[in-house]
């Protein structure tokens, strides 16, 4: 018994045990491959199985990563810091104040409530709803904040269902288990749920009923067409989670995969590939837009019972009952909101106005505003930056302010409390182990291993990356996926003439299905770290998804590509400096694919 309780001690502690094997166990890499590349090999192997076997938190993770580099001799931690702050960084930090701004004021709360009422409240709709709702808005902020944001609304309108125990105590459909100090900090007591609204479910000491082991009753019947309300906050939930990642493929400031996208893309080939905001949201949007509506099918045909009969035939009494009941919780919190405030409407002009400097930086079709600047001089940080500067210093209430009364619309202390810093940490470090990655000649390492595929078209090697980069996200982060796979083929397809932005472009977006595995993404991780979705939740709403988003991402690439950036698969001018470098720099082109003495060579 006493080495049976001994047993279990040791498998609680178990990430103890791996945070100090899994270093050791990786030695032999470094031992037997003793070159600069070996060992950024090595820190980002150990990096990796950590995120896998979730040892320690992501941001943690990174962190630990950047203590090995110097450990191991491969940089100094001079060198190192330099690549924590970049552009991308910087560029991150700005539009999730932007954020910030938009939660303050209450304008995503009114977006959700306005949309989700004008829908309708069956829960096919609200799925669709919130899909959408979620989807558009991730198009234009992080996906990691619009999760934030949404999901307390989610789980509060599957918390307004009753459900009856056998004592007839009224029960809270979704637990109430904190997913961080992120999420706990938009709780403003513990009566109150995620979104600040007075909750019948809980004890005077706080405590949720379904924590104390109440349960609804088996014989409770939720009627044709409709779902247990368990069922229907796991639904949203996802859907808030999946939609995020979905809409954050649509523009290049949608989630962190798009901005290391955006930040490589520059650094190798600077400004004048093509690739910008409007030419970047012309190819991936359509793909964004027809995967929100397909994903809302696949979650109506999972969850929603005999969904298509249902659609036709809406006259079941309790259907009826259950809807007009989250109708009447719609237009309640609608109503308490009041009418729009002059904050909002200056949060709505300045993220417009933001969002006009940003598709006309460098619009191609016309000179920008970038020309204004000396070269590589503007980003889309620079607007980004004056947009949230702006914020702090302008009045939240005209007539409050002619009355002497001044109030920023943005206040530092809110802003610190609310900015999801292991976002940012997370963001820097996989900056750093990007450039390690470079700097070694793992990069170039890991080029050399690719098989020869001359005798595939481009397309076909599309949907070979495609599907490969799928996988890989759902064993770490999208993120680690698109910043380290993406300079590799950067330079396989200068060896193989193509240009370099078609195969970048679809290891990125590929790398944003992640929908199966909770590490895969922030959004998902967010959700799962609620409590009330499973791991077997995501596997069995994922797997659709991702099969759709990735035939959509092929025919995106085959059509769209061509007629936003003509001649997009064929090597572009502004890749031959780049290629003229490495072979200076004594670099080999993949074995048996380009060959120097032919007319192959890109002129």
Not at 410 to 425: C, E, F, G, S, T
Not at 477 to 505: C, H, K, Q, R, W
Request: glycine letters at 6%; charged letters at 15%; aromatic letters at 10%.
């Amino acid at each position: 018994m006493a080495g049976r309780n001994c047993c279990s001690a040791l498998l609680a502690q178990w990430r103890l045990f791996a945070f100090m094997l899994v270093p050791v166990a990786c030695m032999p890499l470094p031992i037997s491959w003793n070159t600069d590349s070996g060992k950024a090999a090595y820190v980002i192997l150990v990096t990796s199985i950590f995120m896998v076997l979730d040892i320690i938190p992501l941001s943690a993770t990174v962190l630990f990563a950047i203590f090995l580099i110097p450990m191991t001799g491969v940089q100094t931690i001079q060198e190192t810091s330099k690549h924590f702050v970049t552009d991308s960084y910087l560029f991150l930090l700005g539009v999730v104040m932007l954020a910030v701004a938009i939660e303050e004021v209450n304008l995503h709360k009114r977006m959700s409530l306005f949309t989700l009422r004008v829908i309708g409240a069956s829960p096919s709709r609200l799925i669709f709803g919130f899909i959408h709702i979620s989807g558009f808005l991730s198009m234009w902020m992080p996906n990691t904040a619009v999760t934030l944001m949404i999901l307390p609304i989610a789980i509060a309108i599957s918390e307004t269902l009753e459900i009856p125990d056998q004592n007839g105590r009224r029960l809270s459909a979704a637990p109430r288990h904190p997913l961080s100090d992120t999420i706990q900090m938009r709780r403003t007591g513990k009566k109150e749920i995620a979104i600040g609204i007075p909750s019948p479910y809980f004890e005077d000491d706080g405590t949720a009923l379904i924590d104390k082991g109440y349960r609804p009753s088996k014989n409770t019947n939720f009627g044709n067409g409709d779902i247990d309300p368990k069922v229907l906050s796991k639904a949203l939930q996802l859907a808030v989670a999946f939609a995020a990642n979905i809409g954050g493929m649509a523009t290049l400031i949608g989630s962190h995969p798009n901005i290391i996208f955006r930040l490589t893309v520059e650094k190798i080939y600077g400004m004048d590939t093509g690739l910008n905001f409007l030419s970047y949201f012309l190819i991936c949007a359509p793909v964004a837009l027809a995967a929100l509506f397909t994903t809302w099918i696949i979650f109506s045909a999972i969850y929603v019972p005999r969904w298509c009969r249902c659609s036709r035939n809406r006259s079941s009494p309790l259907v009826k009952s259950l809807t007009e009941q989250r109708k009447m919780f719609l237009d309640e919190q609608y109503r308490e909101l009041g009418p729009v405030s002059p904050a909002e409407i200056s949060v709505v002009v300045t993220f417009i106005v933001v969002i006009g400097l940003w598709l006309t930086r460098h619009p191609q079709i016309f000179p920008g505003w970038a020309t204004l600047l000396p070269p590589n001089f503007a980003t889309d940080s620079l607007p980004t930056f004056f947009a949230v500067v702006l914020l702090f210093v302008w009045p939240a209430d005209f007539q409050e302010f002619a009355r002497g009364i001044y109030r920023p619309l943005l206040v530092w202390k809110r802003v610190q409390a609310k900015l999801p810093w292991d976002l940012l940490i997370f963001n820097g470090g996989v900056t750093v182990l990007s450039q390690l990655a470079q700097d070694s000649g793992l990069i170039t390492v890991m080029g050399t291993l690719i098989p020869n595929l001359q005798a595939l078209s481009p397309w076909h090697v599309a949907i070979i990356i495609s599907i490969i980069s799928s996988v890989l996200t759902e064993f770490t982060n999208n993120s680690i996926v698109t910043a380290m796979f993406i300079p590799i083929l950067a330079n396989y397809a200068e060896d193989t003439g193509v240009n370099p932005l078609y195969y970048m472009l679809a290891c990125t977006m590929s790398s944003m299905f992640s929908f199966m595995v909770p590490i895969s993404s922030f959004p998902t991780l967010i959700v799962y770290g609620y409590g009330t979705v499973t791991r077997r939740d995501m596997l069995k709403a994922g797997l659709g998804p991702k099969i759709v988003c990735i035939l959509m991402l092929v025919v995106s690439l085959e059509f769209l590509g061509e007629l936003v950036l003509p001649g997009w698969k064929t090597f572009p001018v502004w890749a031959n400096e780049h290629l003229r470098s490495r072979l200076m720099n004594g670099e080999s082109p993949v074995t048996g694919i380009f060959n120097l003495t032919t007319t192959n060579f890109p002129k």
